[in-house]
């Protein structure tokens, strides 16, 4: 028994999503760099196809992933957050309980005036009533 040595590894990575670190309470300890890679790999991208979409180099997109202390330009973060399906806020942040759909959907909500937005309102109570 002396000599045995167990290793244990596992891939998180590509079972957990952005919403289930928000809820495990994960999200705030983790970096910009690890949520980045589980999302893109998540997407089933590699650094390389990742770094294509987004006009970088795979050196890049691996130094964003491990050093904490690099910090992307807002547009990469965009562009990263869009290519691996996910919110700019969940990369950032660790925000990620909403769909970028619907993120984008409450931005444009809240630029509404308030006479739409009681329009919409009625709308979704109509939608939700069937």
Do not use: W
């Amino acid at each position: 028994m002396a000599g045995l040595k167990i290793r244990f590894e596992m891939d998180i990575t590509r079972k957990i999503t952005p919403q289930q670190y928000s809820e495990c309470g994960l999200s705030e300890h983790l970096t910009f760099g690890s949520r980045l890679k589980a999302a893109r790999n998540k997407a089933g991208l590699n650094q390389e196809a990742l770094a294509q979409r987004v006009g970088s180099s795979k050196g890049y997109i691996s130094e964003l992933e491990t050093n904490p202390d690099i910090r992307p330009s807002a547009e990469l973060v965009m562009k990263l957050a869009e290519e691996v399906g996910t919110t700019v806020e969940f990369l950032m942040r660790g925000d990620g309980e909403k769909a970028p759909i619907d993120a984008a959907f409450f931005r444009s909500y809240q630029s509404l005036d308030d006479s739409t937005k009681t329009k919409l309102q009625g709308i979704l109570k109509l939608l939700k009533d069937q």
